[in-house]
């Protein structure tokens, strides 16, 4: 069982940047890849960044390259996605999963983004 808690969103300006954090509670965490998903109203779940379980290999969907970063650290059960050059279209709900293999893939709850002047 793995339980995901994400932190760290909140209103932001345009142009702004924030960092999300999200505390895994599972002994094997490094065993785990990680990725941050976001849903806006009406859209899709779309994945937004992914890494690998020990970090060696990130993925970002083409709309966030080269300003955000999705980062881990395995001692702290954590991982991050640091967001520069926040966009209207930023706007979502953020969600943290980890997925080992092929076994099941879990979710956390979401921590809101809102990119609004």
């Known amino acids: 069982q793995v339980q995901l808690v994400e932190s760290g969103g909140g209103l932001v300006q345009p142009g702004g940047s924030l960092r999300l954090s999200c505390a895994a509670t599972?002994?094997?965490?490094?065993?785990?890849?990680m990725s941050w998903y976001r849903q806006a109203p009406g859209n899709e779940r779309e994945l937004v960044a992914g890494i690998t379980s020990t970090g060696g290999y990130t993925n970002y969907v083409d709309s966030v390259k080269g300003r955000f970063t999705i980062s881990r650290d395995n001692a702290k059960n954590t991982v991050y996605l640091q967001m520069n050059s926040l966009k209207p279209e930023d706007t979502a709900l953020y969600y943290c999963?980890?997925?080992?293999?092929?076994?099941?893939?879990?979710w956390g709850l979401g921590t809101q983004v809102t990119v609004s002047s």
């Open positions: 599972v002994v094997t965490f490094s065993r785990y890849d």
């Open positions: 999963s980890a997925k080992y293999e092929n076994y099941r893939r879990y």
